[in-house]
Nanobody
Framework: QVQLVESGGGLVQAGGSLRLSCAAS????????MGWFRQAPGKEREFVAA????????YYAASVKGRFTVSRDGAKNTVYLQMNSLKPEDTAVYYC?????????????????WGQGTQVTVSS
């Protein structure tokens, strides 16, 4: 089992940066592919970024590629999402998720555990 707690959200002006953290507990973290998703009001949850359990492979949604970077620190059992050049359309609740015993996933239905989410608001 994996428990996930996101932090680092907040209010930022367009063009600014934020770094989200996802602290994981549970022995399955090291064997889990990790992902970040977001959900804006009135919209469906969408994929943002994925990271393999080794931390070697990454994949990004086209809307964030080149601006966001996902990484993991195995020693701290933490996954990060560095968000640069933020835009108002990045405003959403951001969730991290874990796919146990999986290398790499990009579909929300393939993830087993989810955090509670952290709000990111980008003002214009």
């Amino acid at each position: 089992q994996v428990q996930l707690v996101e932090s680092g959200g907040g209010l930022v002006q367009a063009g600014g940066s934020l770094r989200l953290s996802c602290a994981a507990s549970g022995r399955a973290f090291s064997s889990s592919g990790m992902g970040w998703f977001r959900q804006a009001p009135g919209k469906e949850r969408e994929f943002v970024a994925a990271l393999s359990r080794t931390g070697i492979s990454t994949y990004y949604a086209a809307s964030v590629k080149g601006r966001f970077t996902v990484s993991r620190d195995g020693a701290k059992n933490t996954v990060y999402l560095q968000m640069n050049s933020l835009k108002p359309e990045d405003t959403a609740v951001y969730y991290c998720a874990a796919a146990v015993n999986s290398y790499f996933k990009t579909e929300a239905r393939e993830y087993d555990y989810w955090g509670q989410g952290t709000q990111v608001t980008v003002s214009s």
